[in-house]
C-alpha cells in the first residue's frame, strides 16, 4: 500500500519526518491486561503472554539516567501487572526521573494490588487513566460489564489520597471517541467532565486529554468487520492538520519494547516496526544522538495522529 503520509510530509517539508529531542521515554511493560476493550490498538488481554522482563527495564533505566527526560511514560497492556512494576517505578524515582503511570484504573482493585495506590502516591508518581466517557453506558461499551463502577471506585481512592488535588500528584484522565469519528475539542469537553464527575461522584481529575483511535488493532477489526474501515481512513486524511506536526509526540519521543526494541511510538510498537533510517533499533546498541536526531518511520495510521486538533499522548496537539 502507498505511504499516503509520507507523501504528504514531504509535499510539506521538502523531506521526510524528523525527531527535534526526547522529552519522553516511553517503556511499555507488556501486553498482559486485566481488561479486553474494543478499541485496544496493542490487542492486549489477559492471555497475552509478553511482558518486559528485569534484564531489560535494568538497560532502560542505564539510558533513561543518561539521557535524563522530562518524563518517564510507563504503559502497557496494564503496565502494574509487569511483576517487577513496583522495583522499575522504586529503581526510576530513586533516581529523581519524572514517572507516569498510563492506568486503565480497574486494573488498581485486582487482587494482589492492594496498596499500589499509596505506593504511587508516596512516589509521587504521575497517573494518565483510561476513562473514554462519564457515561456508563459508553464506558461498558468500550471497556466491558463492571468497567464504570470500578473506575469510579479507583478515582474515588485516588482523590482520597490526594490525586487529582492542587497539592497531589496529577491524575489526567483520558477520552477517546466510542466509534469511528475524531475526538471533540480537548478544551471544551474538558468542563462536562469536570462537572458530570463532580456532581455524580464527587471526583476530581487534574486535565482531560483526548486521543483519537488509531486505525489500528482491534479497533481496525472491528472497522473492517464493519466495513467502515476506508471511510475511516477518508475521514483521517480529509483532516489532516498541518499545524500538529510540531508537536507530533514522535519528534519528542521514544517507545521502548517489552523485548527492548526501539520504536518512534507505540502505534508503531503495535505494528512491530522499530525505528529505522540507520538509527539503532535496540537499546542494547542505543546511541542517544543518533536516536534523537532520527528520520521517524511513518505510515497511514500516522494520518490519526494529524486529523483535527491532533492526538498523542498527550491529548490534543493544536
Ligand atoms: S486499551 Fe488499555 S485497558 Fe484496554 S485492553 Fe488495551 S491496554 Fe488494556
Ligand atoms: S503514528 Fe503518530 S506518533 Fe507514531 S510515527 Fe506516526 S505520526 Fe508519529
Known amino acids: 500500500m502507498d505511504n499516503l503520509f509520507e507523501e504528504r510530509i514531504a509535499e510539506i517539508t521538502g523531506s521526510g519526518l524528523f525527531s527535534d529531542d526526547i522529552e519522553v521515554i516511553q517503556l511499555n511493560l507488556g501486553l498482559r491486561c486485566n481488561q479486553v476493550c474494543a478499541h485496544c490498538h496493542v490487542d492486549a488481554s489477559p492471555e497475552r503472554p509478553e511482558v518486559m522482563p528485569w534484564a531489560i527495564m535494568e538497560r532502560a533505566c542505564q539510558i533513561i539516567d543518561e539521557m535524563r527526560p522530562a518524563t518517564v511514560d510507563l504503559t502497557g497492556g496494564a503496565p502494574e501487572l509487569n511483576p517487577n512494576f513496583n522495583r522499575l517505578v522504586s529503581r526510576l524515582c530513586g533516581k529523581g526521573h519524572p514517572v507516569q503511570i498510563r492506568t486503565n484504573l480497574t486494573v488498581l482493585l485486582e487482587a494482589g494490588m492492594t496498596g499500589l495506590p499509596e505506593f504511587l502516591h508516596e512516589h509521587g508518581v504521575e497517573l494518565v487513566a483510561s476513562l473514554p466517557c462519564y457515561l456508563e453506558e459508553n464506558v461498558r461499551s468500550q471497556r466491558g460489564p463492571g468497567s464504570y463502577e470500578k473506575s469510579m471506585e479507583a478515582l474515588r481512592r485516588l482523590n482520597a489520597l490526594g490525586y487529582g488535588s492542587e497539592a497531589g500528584p496529577a491524575l489526567n484522565l483520558v477520552y477517546n471517541p466510542g466509534g469511528a469519528f475524531l475526538p471533540p475539542d480537548q478544551a471544551k469537553l474538558e468542563p462536562d467532565y469536570r462537572r458530570e464527575l463532580h456532581e455524580r461522584f464527587g471526583i476530581r481529575f487534574t486535565r482531560l486529554l483526548t486521543i483519537a483511535n488509531m486505525p489500528l488493532g482491534r479497533f481496525w477489526e472491528e472497522l473492517r468487520r464493519s466495513r467502515e474501515d476506508r471511510k475511516y481512513m477518508a475521514l483521517l486524511r480529509d483532516a489532516f492538520n ?61 494520518f490519526g495522529c494529524t486529523a483535527g486538533f491532533g492526538s498523542s499522548c498527550r491529548g490534543a496537539l493544536v
Open 242 to 302: 498541518p499545524n500538529t506536526l510540531q508537536g507530533l509526540m514522535c519528534r519528542h519521543q521514544i517507545s521502548i519494547g517489552w523485548d527492548g526494541r526501539v520504536y518512534d511510538c507505540d502505534f508503531n510498537l503495535a505494528l512491530g516496526i522499530p525505528v529505522d533510517h540507520g538509527a539503532p533499533n535496540h537499546i542494547r546498541q542505543f546511541a542517544g544522538d543518533a536516536v534523537a536526531k532520527r528520520r521517524i518511520v511513518t505510515g497511514n495510521h500516522c
